[in-house]
């Protein structure tokens, strides 16, 4: 081949092979065209229809309301602190990599080499598939390990859990709450590294005050909503609005831009003021802890009000499970399992009083005309049992000590608490009168207090229908075949300390946003004529009568403050039907100073074990729950026990007219 | 009238030019504290200036004397220089001027620039090919005088190059194969060193885990979709958004997350940037380069000097030469990024961010255009009546006067 020759051939073959390659690359580039149009169309379906910036939520914490009892203490309050958490789909995949790589780095030492040959040969052995999870619980309890040390976080019970999760899972949390230095050991050993462990800025609702409380203020949930008790009745107020700030970022949370309007900003939630005063309640509930104790009884409650404006100071609810007794009281198991889920049975649960309801009906019949109108047969009272006609049991009256000597005037029924005079008033109603008389005090309708909403029980009355002289008339009369609430005692009550008039009961009161942000605990109007004032003060002084003569004398007197109240002793419902004869629900209702009577007090002892006489059982409670919280509130004591200096210091407090 | 060569040079112009544009949208950055793309980056910046030395390096090229190349003769010739030059570059990078980056020691710092060894060698390379493969006493047909001298040539840039840089060895190889069999190697000889090149292949890959990984992450990129799959899976990502036209330019938004966004995956941005609309512009730009250099290769016209042909081995060869690395190089660029192949570290000719890559390719373009200048010049001579001596005093073939300015 000559020179020329050979020339030629190249030119030749390098324009074939130029015009073949180059025809093929031109192809092929172009055929990428449709990979671009392919996914663009129709992408993958791993991508999730995710191109580009993503818009993602950035949340603000604010507050939930704070609510306090009467005097400015802190009962629940929304507290800033950090929840730990872990991606363990990112932790397994990049986090290890890096906490062993960087922590063997710090060493000196080669980064974990036996594990990068452990993670290729996992690759290769793929589908197999136990030993990438054998790869990934030994990394898991790397982690764990490293934040007991760090924290002092348990790892096994950690471990466990992570395990446990499924292995797609990206949000596992391992410690709800940190302490501060807790949060300092994590920040400082992650300097800025992600290994998948995230800190998470939170609130945490505290809860303070005394333990009987808790069903009161009830229980936010983990989503930040009221449960029940306060936080739920009063979420409208209580919540807070998150502030929201919207941005658009990069799946790597590079923040791009910032859409105009997309800041939303938040709002803590409304103080809220209680009417419940927590040193009160302390006191309360410490007294009647005690004498349920002593009393080996089947639980308790005890309330305490302000008869002037209904004013909820105290209300506690004790139940005790004795484990050598068969329970007839009404079990409440959401209090085992969280005490804020509780079953306040100061509005839901109602039972028969027994003698406590004897005022009411006194008082009632007095304006009916009993003692004017209807005269009563004083001679026909206290000498035997009763029989009523229609009726299967004969009325007597009650106590191995009943008393016997002479009555003269018609207040010794209800200072003695006979159970034979209270027939006798009440002989010349009507089903009508005597009924309306029940009713006139509250009874048979909810206080609606502001805490139970229609969980409240309204108690219960016999219908017109079937109400019967003797049996429904009699029974009331000394406080069976009725059915009421503690809440509805004391309102009722209230009646003899207002000159007749029955306060609204709140537990919290109307929203003052405009002024604090809590409620306006001043004096509210909203009130229920009961009686008329002068029977209503009579009734007081015949009730001030059985502190200082009759049943309230031994166990319900107090030494400091004159004391007006009844007691009383029912027997316990059976459940099978009928009543227990041994077994009984003790209780006292009482109010102080007698003059200007500041609070009522509420107590009512189930199933007490060792006595069962109500100023025996509850009387101490009652008497104990008057001095300390008339002392708390500031009263001074109005009678004379300690001396000259004390009568000098009492200086112009009247005594009350048939006083010691 | 426009001929190739002026195809050649606006295409280049028009590709350098979007080039600046989409470093500088694709390099936008978000909440720094001084804006890093303004009118000043744009018009003045270091894109900017890299464009204006690459069309100065093109005008250049385009007054390269190519046929003074195959006169000269063995080591008078620049060609073999060259390439030792390009193989001491690459020994260079494990020397104190070498620098690592991204684990990988490409790159040379000399005199405050920076560029990659073997971004001389993909060059050069070819150059030295054509210039040798159309030597006299090389019979490339022929398995000992021509083929294996040149496939050890080959064999020892092209491993030199693997060592750090796979993908620009695998191109390079690629070209060099074409050349070989443009200057008449036998193509079942070839084939019978495929199972030797297979097996350099194989062991190229498990020689370094990381291409283990990347041939694991693209078989199934979703494995592992926040580590070695984040970069592809992104890409396509990004080709996904847009639509045919496009967010809008510097509109994009993956490219924060993408990596490499101005260099290796700049065309995923112009994907999502421009749509379906600005990526077909990208690729037929790049195909009406490739058939521009083809009709200059491919150009059978008759020059007005018979000896010319004498040199129109080596021009056509080393024409080829570029249009194939330019070709094949953008070829692969888009596959990578489309994840049609597994990733590599290969830059999107005249558009990804690079200087030194820009500068030279389009040099060497600038060489391609020469070509025809040369060959127009050659023609436009031989028209005029010319003395009898004119003939033995060709600017070209003998005294190499300066040639005419460039026609653009």
Known sequence: ?????????????????????????????????????????????????????????????????????????????????????????????????????????????????????????????????????????????????????????????????????????????????????????????????????????????????????????????????????????????????????????????????????????????????????????????????????????????????????????????????????????????????????????????????????????????????????????????????????????????????????????????????????????????????????????????????????????????????????????ISVSFGHEVAVTTLQMVRAFSAFCCEGMMPQLRISGHSDVANKGGIDLGPHLLKTRALNPEIARRTKNALRQVVLRGTLKNYGRSDRYSMFGKSGTADLPNPKGGYFKDRYTSNVIAGAPFQDPRIVVYCVIDDPKKNHYGGQVAGPVVKQVVDAALMHLGVKPDLVVEGAEHRASLGTLPLHPGGE | MLRPGHGVALLTLALLIFGVVMVNSAGLLVGASVPNVTYDSVFLGAPMQHAMLAVAAMALGTMIPLRRFEAARGWRSPAPWLLLGSVLLLLLVWAPIGITMNASSRWLEVGGVRFQASEFAKWTLPFFLAWFLTRPAIKVERPIRGLLPSILVIGLVTGLIAIEDFGTAFLVGCVSLVLLLGAG??????????????????????????????????????????????????????????????????????????????????????????????AALVIAAFIGLMLCGLAIICDRREGGDGREHRSEPFVRLLGLGVILTIGLQAFFNILVTTALVPTKGIALPLISRGGTGWILTAFCLGLVIAIERGRTRARACSTEPTPSDSLSRSPVATTGEPVEAMSL
């Open chain 1, 1 to 473: 081949m000559t020179f020329e020759n050979r020339n030629q051939s190249i030119i030749n073959s390098t324009a074939r092979w130029g015009r073949l390659s180059v025809g093929l690359i031109a192809i092929g580039i172009a055929a990428t065209l449709f990979k671009v149009a392919w996914l663009k169309v129709d992408p993958p379906v791993q991508l999730g229809d995710r191109s580009g910036a993503e818009q993602r939520v950035n949340y603000e914490p604010r507050f939930r309301g704070e609510i306090t009892d009467r005097n400015g203490r802190t009962l629940a309050i929304d507290s800033p602190c950090w929840r730990l958490a872990l991606d363990p789909s990112y932790f397994c995949s990049h986090g290890y990599r890096k906490m062993v790589g960087e922590e063997a780095g710090e060493i000196g030492a080669r980064p974990d080499l036996d594990l990068v040959i452990d993670q290729k040969l996992t690759l290769l052995a793929g589908p197999l598939g136990l030993a990438q999870e054998q790869l990934r619980v030994h990394k898991l309890r790397t982690i764990t390990a490293k934040l007991d040390d760090l924290i002092g976080i348990p790892k096994r019970e950690l471990t466990r859990r992570l395990i446990d999760a499924p292995a797609t899972k990206q949000y596992v949390v391992l410690e709800k709450l940190l302490k501060e230095w807790q949060v300092d050991a994590i920040r400082s050993w992650l300097d800025g590294r992600n290994i998948g462990l995230l800190l998470e800025k939170r609130t945490e609702r505290r809860y303070y005050g005394p333990e009987s409380l808790q069903m009161i203020v009830g229980k936010c949930r983990d989503n930040g909503v009221g449960g029940s008790g306060i936080e739920q009745r009063r979420e409208e107020n209580l919540q807070s609005v998150r502030g929201e700030l919207k941005t658009r970022r990069t799946s790597r949370g590079t923040v791009i831009s910032i859409p105009m309007g997309s800041y939303e900003r938040g709002r803590h939630g409304t103080d809220f003021t209680l009417t419940i005063d927590a040193q009160i309640q302390l006191m309360a509930e410490e007294a009647l802890r005690a004498q349920i104790e002593v009393q080996n009884a089947g639980g308790g409650r005890c309330v305490v009000i302000d008869p002037s404006n209904g004013d909820i100071l105290a209300m506690v609810d004790i139940l005790n499970r004795r484990p050598d007794v068969e329970e007839v009281i009404l079990d409440d198991p959401m209090r085992r399992v969280e005490p804020k889920l509780g079953r306040d049975r100061n509005m839901i649960d109602a039972f028969e009083p027994g003698s406590t309801f004897k005022p009411f009906i006194w008082s009632g019949a007095l304006e009916a005309g009993v003692g004017t109108r209807h005269s009563v047969d004083l001679k026909r009272i206290n000498v035997e049992a009763v029989r009523i006609k229609g009726r299967r049991t004969t009325v007597k009256d009650a106590g191995i000590n009943a008393y016997r000597g002479p009555i003269k005037k018609i207040d010794t029924i209800l200072i003695k608490s006979l159970n034979t005079g209270m027939a006798e008033m009440v002989r010349k109603l009507s089903n009508q009168e005597m009924r309306s008389i029940v009713k006139r005090f509250g009874f048979g309708s909810r206080t609606n207090c502001g805490l139970a909403g229609a969980a409240e029980h309204p108690g219960q009355i016999t219908s017109l229908e079937n109400w019967s002289f003797a049996n429904t008339t």
């Open chain 2, 185 to 278: 190697a036998r193509l079942w000889h070839l084939l019978t060193l495929a199972p030797l090149a297979l097996v350099a292949l194989v062991v190229g890959i498990i020689a370094e885990p990381y291409r283990v990984t990347r041939l694991m992450t693209y078989l199934d990129p979703w494995a592992d979709p926040e580590g070695d799959g984040w970069h592809i899976i992104e890409s396509m990502r990004a080709i996904s958004g847009g639509g045919v036209m496009g967010r809008g330019l510097g509109a994009g938004e993956q490219k924060f997350d993408l990596t490499s966004d101005t260099t290796d995956f700049i065309f995923s941005i112009i994907c999502e940037e421009l749509g379906m609309v600005g």
